[in-house]
C-alpha cells in the first residue's frame, strides 16, 4: 500500500462519545499534519508533527486531542464534540516540514456529530 | 506573514476550451508556489509547484502555470479541459528558505459542461 491511508472514511458521532481518527503513510515522510476542512471555509491547519514531535498547534479546542506514536502513524482523538466540528478531516504528510516540501494528502475522514 | 486570493470561487467552461484560474499571493518574502487539485470525495493532491528557476511551471494532466513576480501572481492554465478535469483547485504559498508551512487560498471549483 502507498501514500497517507486515513480510517475510517466516513463517521458519524453523538456529542457525549469517544472516537479516534487514524492516518498512516508509506511514504518515509517525517512530517505530519491534521487539516480541517468545512464548507465554504479555507483548509484549516490544526496540528503539525515533525519527527514525531509536536511543532505547531494552532488554537485548536482540547476535545481535539492529537498522537504520534511514530513517524509514520497519527491519530486524532475525538471527545465531546460540537456539531460544528462536523467536517473533512484531512491527514497529510511531506518530507520534511513545510518548506519546499510538498504535502501528500489522504481522502480525509468525514465527520458529522450529532 | 503571507496570504493567497483566489479570484474566482467557481469557474465555468465547456469541455475542450481554455481556462485560467488566478492566484494572487503577498509576502515580503521570498516564496514557494503550489497548486493543488481535489476531486470529490478525495483528498488534495499536487499539480504543479515554483520552487525557483523558469518562471513557467509545468504540471500533471497538461496543466501549468506562471511565476509572476511582479504582479505577485501565479495563475493555473490549461489550453483544453476535460469533463474529468471537474474538482476544486486550490493555490498554495510557503516563504522560502525556512520550514514554513504553506497557507492555502479558498479554493476555486472548476465546473466542465459537455
Known amino acids: 500500500e502507498t501514500g497517507v491511508t486515513q480510517t475510517p472514511r466516513h463517521l458519524v458521532m453523538g456529542m457525549t462519545n469517544k472516537k479516534s481518527l487514524k492516518c498512516e503513510q508509506h511514504l518515509g515522510h517525517n512530517a505530519m499534519y491534521w487539516y480541517k476542512q468545512s464548507a465554504k471555509k479555507p483548509l484549516e491547519l490544526m496540528f503539525v508533527?515533525?519527527?514525531?514531535?509536536?511543532?505547531e498547534n494552532n488554537s485548536v479546542p482540547s476535545r481535539f486531542s492529537p498522537e504520534c506514536p511514530n513517524s509514520s502513524h497519527l491519530f486524532l482523538h475525538l471527545h465531546t464534540l460540537q456539531p460544528e466540528d462536523s467536517a473533512l478531516y484531512l491527514c497529510?504528510?511531506?518530507?520534511?516540514?513545510?518548506?519546499?516540501?510538498?504535502?501528500?494528502f489522504g481522502n480525509g475522514t468525514r465527520l458529522t456529530v450529532t | 506573514a503571507q496570504s493567497v486570493t483566489q479570484l474566482d470561487s467557481q469557474v465555468p467552461v465547456f469541455e475542450e476550451a481554455p481556462v485560467e484560474l488566478r492566484c494572487n499571493y503577498s509576502s515580503s518574502v521570498s516564496v514557494y508556489l503550489f497548486w493543488y487539485v481535489q476531486y470529490p470525495n478525495q483528498g488534495l493532491q499536487l499539480l504543479l509547484k515554483y520552487l525557483s528557476g523558469s518562471t513557467l511551471v509545468k504540471g500533471i494532466n497538461g496543466f501549468e502555470a506562471e511565476f509572476n513576480k511582479s504582479q505577485t501572481s501565479f495563475h493555473l492554465r490549461k489550453p483544453s479541459v476535460h469533463i474529468s478535469d471537474t474538482a476544486e483547485y486550490f493555490c498554495a504559498v510557503s516563504p522560502s528558505g525556512g520550514s514554513y508551512i504553506p497557507t492555502f487560498g479558498r479554493g476555486t471549483s472548476l465546473i466542465v459542461h459537455p
Open positions: 497529510a504528510s511531506s518530507q520534511v516540514r513545510g518548506g519546499n516540501s510538498p504535502l501528500h
Open positions: 508533527y515533525s519527527l514525531e514531535e509536536r511543532v
